[in-house]
């Protein structure tokens, strides 16, 4: 508003020393004062978009995530065997909400919002507790304004990791491995215009460490950070 009044007054300054008939002042002040209104409602329209909206790290790493853990799996559990097993019912087509509850063997589990503190997830820390044998669902939807072609996906995981697009499943590890990132690459992979839905499972196949990372690059390698993640579809 101070712009506003400022502006106001200066042009009111300008049309006195030009001795402009005073009505006419008052008018045009009228019509900069109602346009200045139209404005600032326009921008406060603007500000209020329907969900939170969040960007990739700059290496394009995404953060953010929708976390379904731990599912524990039996101590004699085959990591290999349980990437291909639906913990969770009909896994590829998950679109969870944050506050989403489903009940895996006799524990009842909610999705919850997690920031990653670095490129990766670690899941120990999300489920605040050492497990040996588990699996983690992560969901994020990618939201684009236009569809965005011959894109690489890369994931990291320790230990198997499986990654579907839409619903499509576009990467899989069956080996237990530690953390590296890109250590899977997906090519030519399409973004579509809309709400995109990834859903990144992890399996933990024993040891210490329990962590995933996903990031879109473009084809030459350059990290994609313009999309809009978003926690909601
Ligand atoms: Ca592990």
């Given at each position: 508003m101070?712009?506003?009044?400022?502006?106001?007054?200066?042009?009111?300054?300008?049309q006195?020393?030009?001795?402009?008939?005073?009505e006419?002042?008052?008018?045009?002040?009228?019509?900069?004062i109602?346009t200045?209104?139209?404005?600032?409602?326009?921008?406060?329209?603007?500000?209020?978009?329907?969900?939170?909206?969040?960007?990739p790290?700059?290496?394009?790493?995404?953060?953010?995530?929708?976390?379904?853990?731990?599912?524990m799996?039996?101590?004699?559990?085959?990591?290999?065997?349980?990437?291909?097993?639906?913990?969770?019912?009909?896994?590829?087509?998950?679109?969870?909400?944050?506050?989403?509850?489903a009940?895996?063997?006799?524990?009842?589990?909610?999705?919850?919002?997690?920031?990653?503190?670095?490129?990766?997830?670690?899941?120990?820390?999300?489920?605040?507790?050492?497990?040996?044998?588990?699996?983690?669902y992560?969901?994020?939807?990618?939201r684009c304004?236009?569809?965005r072609?011959?894109?690489?996906?890369?994931?990291?995981?320790?230990?198997?990791?499986?990654?579907?697009?839409?619903?499509?499943?576009?990467?899989?590890?069956?080996?237990?491995?530690?953390?590296?990132?890109?250590?899977?690459?997906?090519?030519?992979?399409?973004?579509?215009?809309?709400?995109?839905?990834?859903?990144?499972?992890?399996?933990?196949?024993?040891?210490?460490?329990?962590?995933?990372?996903?990031?879109?690059?473009?084809?030459?390698?350059?990290?994609?950070?313009?999309?809009?993640?978003?926690?909601?579809?």
């Amino acid at each position: 508003m101070f712009m506003l009044n400022h502006a106001v007054a200066e042009y009111r300054n300008q049309q006195n020393n030009q001795n402009q008939p005073t009505e006419e002042i008052i008018m045009t002040t009228k019509t900069i004062i109602t346009t200045g209104t139209l404005l600032l409602s326009l921008c406060v329209a603007e500000a209020q978009p329907a969900a939170d909206t969040f960007a990739p790290r700059s290496d394009g790493f995404i953060r953010d995530w929708l976390v379904f853990a731990p599912i524990m799996l039996p101590s004699d559990t085959d990591g290999a065997q349980a990437i291909d097993k639906n913990q969770l019912p009909d896994e590829a087509a998950l679109k969870p909400k944050a506050g989403d509850k489903a009940t895996v063997g006799a524990k009842e589990l909610t999705w919850k919002k997690v920031k990653g503190s670095d490129y990766y997830l670690d899941f120990n820390e999300i489920a605040k507790e050492q497990t040996d044998k588990a699996t983690a669902y992560a969901v994020c939807y990618v939201r684009c304004d236009t569809e965005r072609t011959n894109l690489s996906l890369k994931m990291g995981s320790n230990d198997q990791g499986k990654v579907y697009l839409n619903g499509k499943a576009l990467l899989k590890t069956s080996e237990p491995r530690s953390l590296d990132q890109d250590s899977d690459v997906a090519r030519k992979v399409t973004l579509n215009q809309g709400v995109n839905v990834v859903v990144f499972k992890v399996v933990n196949d024993g040891g210490q460490d329990w962590q995933g990372c996903l990031r879109f690059t473009e084809a030459n390698g350059k990290a994609v950070t313009d999309l809009a993640i978003r926690l909601e579809p």
